[in-house]
């Protein structure tokens, strides 16, 4: 059983918006650091967001800094990453990840969904 499901990936123009989901199944995410990092063709898995287990403190990549906005759920175990002002350089695959650190750096400890498709066309 796949701990994080995202949805709500897609293609969009240059400019437009999406909303992705990610549920984590089980109470214990819901004390977890969640959030989101993205992998494009040929390049490294990069982080994008993260948000600590109360919703109250977010990091966010330079590059999607002012575009994109992490939320938290009531019930903590879903998060919610509003993509605005989309561009072309943020097409990839969309990962929803959770673990202990804020910033999620420690990859291989990270629980890990099984990735979303964003696709921005020019």
């Known amino acids: 059983q796949v701990p994080?499901?995202?949805s709500g990936g897609g293609l969009v123009q240059a400019g437009g918006s999406l909303r992705l989901s990610c549920a984590a199944s089980g109470r214990a995410f819901s004390s977890y650091v969640m959030g989101w990092f993205r992998q494009a063709p040929g390049k490294e898995r990069e982080?994008?967001?993260s948000i600590?287990?109360?919703g109250t403190s977010t990091y966010y990549a330079d590059?999607?800094?002012g575009r994109f906005t992490l939320s938290r759920g009531n019930a903590k175990n879903t998060v919610y990453l509003q993509m605005n002002s989309l561009k072309p350089e943020d097409t990839?695959?969309?990962y929803c990840a959770a673990g202990l650190d804020?910033?999620?750096s420690n990859l291989?400890?990270?629980y890990w969904g099984q990735g979303t498709q964003v696709t921005v066309s020019s």
């Open 4 to 6: 994080l499901v995202e």
């Open 63 to 65: 590059s999607v800094k």
């Open 108 to 110: 291989q400890q990270n």
């Open 52 to 54: 600590n287990w109360s």
């Open 102 to 104: 804020s910033r999620l």
């Open 47 to 49: 982080f994008v967001v």
């Open 92 to 94: 990839a695959v969309y």
